[in-house]
């Protein structure tokens, strides 16, 4: 029984949940506790009580924790990567880099804590100095979804620690495994009681009372858009600090001028790669007229060569799809796809078991050609591995398609034109832009987000955590 991290104990949850693997639904990986709104509450009041403590604690203090957290992380890639895969169904290779990258995180963020500086200014009166510093925000409550188990988490929990803040953390209900691992390094990370606390359980009754509670200060969310505006109306009624990311239809645009080989491997690897399950994938592929048709006639043949199978098998490029429900969705929004008149290139059905006869949540990826910008799959985040390919008569024609979207998270382009990789930087309305690269797998140092739809507030990662996980603090002294 894997329990929640309250106070600095281990404590029984109200109920418990099972944790399956997707790459063979017989395979359960183990009970998991359950908070209700009552231990959600314990949590927060141990958070609480240890946030003035934690406030003033030494940089070296927090620089040890996050070391020591980062190191273990690295040490037990292989072990970690191995439930991870099993969990979530990304690849054993996706996963142990994923949580390589948890690890890199923690080791960022431990010299983050080193580095926290401030400015001193003259002031416009004679003999006062200004000084401006930043302090934490207070408790944090954090709440990550299941698409990466280890890495999200580690965002938001490393940069929150290393800014002095106290931790509520309530992880996906389908990915309780990671988090509860990343729970116990941190439980013997040297971190005082009550700085750090997990709540697993509900959305709807741990996930409500970290919003509705006024002894939360921020809330941090990556998730799906319609729980992000129920954070953001939360938040704004309590006026608590909050930060969104939710999600993406991202465009990958392909010019007449690209080397085939990089747009194709780059437009597999954002459509496919992790199932499809990222919010940076590329699910709009944008193609202009003179290499439309060789791209995807030399996508088609790319994808026979994608092996589906078990995610933590040697060799396979594509695991199962989560659960259950987001298979059924993935496979609705084909149907939709072929209802609207797009043209079902390849893939698209589900595969109810693997070559070796494990039942799971496997499906081949699929690929529309002949859609038109109005079509729901080119409209709507389908968080699976389905990608539509959208023709345009020229870059002017793909930069407006590109852009023609409610989200703004990442935006790739592939091509051998200075001229037009310079302009679509600047113009791409994302807060990410990609060129000759997959719009998914990002760096871990550097600023993480989008604009429009698909996010709010600071930044994640890099030393631009600070904006959201400080508060900043002017102070004015006459000497
Ligand atoms: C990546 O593409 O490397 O939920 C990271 C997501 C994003 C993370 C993507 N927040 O898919």
Do not use: E, L
């Given at each position: 029984m894997h329990q929640n991290f309250i106070g600095g104990e281990w404590v029984q949850g109200a109920r418990t949940s099972r944790n399956i693997n997707p790459s063979d639904t017989r395979d359960v990986i183990g009970e998991y506790a359950q908070a209700d709104a009552a231990q959600a509450r314990q949590a927060i009041a141990a958070a609480h009580a240890a946030q003035a403590a934690w406030g003033v604690s030494t940089p070296q203090q927090r620089f040890d924790v996050l070391d020591a957290a980062g190191s273990e992380i690295l040490a037990r890639k292989a072990e970690l990567g191995d439930l991870l895969a099993r969990e979530e169904g990304k690849t054993l290779p996706e996963a142990i880099g994923e949580v390589v990258r948890a690890g890199n995180i923690f080791k960022f963020f431990a010299g983050e804590a080193l580095r926290a500086a401030g400015d001193l200014l003259a002031s416009v009166r004679p003999g006062v100095g200004v000084e401006v510093t930043r302090e934490p925000v207070g408790v944090v409550g954090l709440i990550t979804p299941w698409n990466f188990p280890i890495a999200i988490p580690a965002w938001k929990i490393a940069p929150a620690l290393a800014h002095g803040n106290t931790v509520v953390f309530k992880p996906a209900d389908l990915v309780p495994g990671s988090a509860w691992a990343l729970a116990d390094i941190l439980s013997r990370s040297g971190l005082p009681a009550g700085v750090f606390n997990l709540v697993m359980g509900r959305g709807s009754e741990v996930g409500a009372v970290l919003l509705d509670d006024t002894r939360v200060n921020a809330i941090s969310f990556t998730g799906s858009v319609p729980t992000g505006q129920r954070v953001a109306a939360a938040c704004v009624a309590r006026m608590a600090k909050f930060q969104l990311e939710m999600g993406g239809k991202n465009p990958f645009v392909v010019l007449d001028d690209a080397d085939l080989n990089v747009a194709v491997g780059a437009a597999v690897n954002s459509g496919f790669f992790s199932t499809g399950q990222r919010c940076t994938a590329s699910s709009r592929v944008i193609v202009t007229e003179g290499i439309h048709d060789r791209f995807v006639a030399a996508m088609a043949e790319k994808m026979k060569t994608l092996k589906v199978d078990d995610?933590?098998?040697?060799?396979?490029?594509i695991g199962p799809v989560v659960d259950e429900k987001q298979l059924a969705q993935n496979l609705e929004y084909v149907g939709i796809g072929k209802n609207e008149g797009a043209r079902l290139v390849a893939g698209g059905e589900a595969i109810p078991t693997n070559v070796d006869g494990q039942p799971g949540f496997f499906m081949a990826p699929a690929l529309f050609s002949e859609t038109t910008p109005g079509m729901r799959i080119n409209t709507e985040e389908i968080f699976g591995p389905v990608v539509s390919v959208q023709r345009a008569k020229n870059y002017d024609e793909a930069l407006h398609l590109a852009n023609d979207t409610p989200f703004g998270l990442a935006s790739g382009i592939a091509t051998t034109s200075l001229k037009h990789a310079t302009h679509f930087k600047r113009h791409a309305q994302a807060g990410m832009v990609m060129v000759n690269l997959p719009t998914a797998g990002v760096d871990y140092h550097v600023p993480f987000g989008g604009r429009k739809g698909s996010s709010y507030g600071p930044r994640e990662q890099g030393r631009y955590a600070a904006e959201f996980f400080t508060t900043v603090k002017t102070a004015y002294t006459q000497a």
């Open positions: 995610a933590r098998k040697a060799g396979t490029d």
